[in-house]
Structures are given as C-alpha cells and as structure tokens.
C-alpha cells in the first residue's frame, strides 16, 4: 500500500489517523511472561476450588481456561460473587507472574525509533494489552518506550478484555478520537477480532500466530513484514 493511502474517505472530506493503539507483548515488546507457569498455577487454584484439573491445559489460553471456569462454577451453582472472589485470586496470580518478567523484558527492534516518527508527525500512541496495568507501565519504562506513550488500557481497566472490543473503544474515546481516526496494531488473532469490533483499521505485523493467510481469511488489509514499515503507511 502507497504512502498515505491507509485514510478513510468521508464525503469530500479524508478522515486520517490521529491515533496508533499497540498491542504490547509480541509486538512492541519480546515478552518474557511465563505463561505456562500462570495457566499451571490458575489450574491449581481452581483444583483447590472443586474443578478438577482434567478439565483445563495449559496448551489452552489463559483467558479460555478463566472462561471454561466461569461456566463451569455457574453450573456448580456459585453465585456471582462467589466468582467474582475466585477471579481476583486468579488475576492476582496472573499479575504476580507478568510482574515477574518485567526485568528481563526487551524491546523489539526498531520499535523505538518507529514509535519516534510517529509521534514527530503528530500521531498520539496507545497501548492496549491482555496484561496488567501495573505489567504494562513497568515493562515500558525498562524498555524506554513509557515517555512515548500517550495511553495504557490494561486487562484491569476493562470488564473484559482483548478480543472483546471493549479495551479498544475505551482506548480511542480516552484520546479524543473517533474510531475511523485511530488503527489497531498486534501480531495475533484476538487483537484483529478486538479491531474488528470496535470499528477501528487494524494492520498487523507478521508472527507465528498471525500469518499473510490467517490475515486473508480475516478480512484485512495489511500485514507489515516489520513495525519499521508502519510509519510509511501511516504518515
């Protein structure tokens, strides 16, 4: 796609981006989260509670296996609150785990003076993650990347987070911005899905998870090779 193309026609007028909103882990950061201990330890508190492992894996997602649970404690017959106590012990696991990376985290080459262009040209910077609050703020700062960003929406934020839109509409209403006016950058499916919902242009960047043929059968535009291609798109 041709530079500056990536804006949306409105009557006679262009709608261009104001706004760039970033998933974290695995697009501006190498992650270092270990999730096979945080899905191994939420497996065994929910043990503890009366669902027998068998029922989860840790090939399964996190927030598939805080899902399964949720329907599972439902069919028990807990209350709502009951699983809103049992939730928090498993977000403060998930937080102690993210917590533990943040010193060993590193950023993703290029994304520093990518982000720089951007906002040199006036583009506000967000970031919208599956991780905490706390995670986010802490991995950017080591990474140098916190003086560069605008906005944070962490999983603690939000009801529900990525692939649920929610995040994201929170995130383009928290800057100012119409949906038409921001675009949603990851490197996995459930960030496209969280885009598509929230009415916001996604351009992904290539990864194990997110393939030129995953992109096809999902209906989108772009797939960027490197984040360093992002600013030639967009500017």
């Not at 998870?209 to 030129?212: E, F, I, K, Q």
């Given at each position: 796609?041709a530079?500056g193309?990536?804006t949306?026609?409105?009557?006679?007028?262009q709608?261009?981006?104001?706004?760039?909103?970033?998933?974290?882990d695995?697009?501006?950061?190498?992650?270092?989260?270990?999730f096979?201990?945080?899905k191994?330890?939420?497996i065994?508190?929910?043990?503890?509670k009366?669902?027998p492992?068998?029922?989860?894996s840790?090939?399964?997602?996190?927030y598939?296996i805080?899902?399964?649970?949720s329907?599972l404690?439902?069919?028990?017959?807990?209350?709502?609150k009951?699983?809103?106590?049992?939730?928090?012990?498993i977000?403060?696991?998930w937080?102690?785990?993210?917590?533990?990376?943040v010193?060993?985290?590193?950023p993703i080459?290029?994304v520093?003076?990518?982000?720089?262009?951007?906002?040199?040209h006036?583009?506000?910077?967000?970031i919208?993650?599956?991780?905490?609050?706390a995670?986010a703020?802490?991995?950017?700062?080591?990474?140098?990347l916190?003086s560069?960003?605008?906005?944070?929406?962490g999983?603690?934020?939000?009801?529900?987070s990525?692939p649920?839109?929610?995040?994201?509409?929170?995130?383009?209403?928290?800057?100012g911005?119409?949906?038409?006016?921001?675009?949603?950058?990851?490197?996995n499916?459930?960030?496209v899905?969280?885009?598509?919902?929230?009415?916001?242009?996604?351009?992904?960047?290539?990864?194990e998870?997110?393939?030129?043929e995953?992109?096809?059968?999902?209906?989108?535009?772009?797939?960027?090779?490197d984040l360093?291609?992002?600013d030639?798109?967009?500017?």
């Open positions: 796609m530079k193309s990536f949306k026609h409105v009557g006679s007028r709608t261009r981006v104001k706004a760039v909103i970033f998933d974290l695995g697009t501006l950061i190498h992650s270092a989260v270990d096979t201990k945080l191994r330890e939420t065994s508190l929910l043990a503890d009366g669902l492992a068998k029922n989860f840790t090939d399964m997602r996190s598939d805080m899902f399964l649970a329907e404690f439902r069919k028990k017959g807990l209350t709502e009951e699983l809103a106590v049992t939730r928090k012990k977000e403060a696991i937080n102690r785990v993210e917590l533990e990376s010193g060993i985290a590193a080459e290029g520093k003076e990518t982000l720089l262009r951007l906002r040199k006036g583009l506000k910077i967000g919208v993650t599956r991780g905490c609050r995670y703020i802490k991995t950017l700062k080591t990474t140098s916190l560069m960003v605008d906005l944070i929406v999983r603690d934020d939000v009801p529900e990525k649920c839109p929610e995040p994201l509409m929170k995130a383009v209403e928290a800057l911005l119409k949906a038409e006016e921001a675009v949603m950058v990851g490197d499916v459930d960030d899905q969280c885009a598509q919902g929230a009415k916001v242009r996604f351009v992904g960047v290539k990864s998870a997110l393939t030129a995953t992109i096809r059968n999902l209906k989108c535009e772009v797939l960027l090779e360093g291609d992002l030639a798109l967009l500017i």
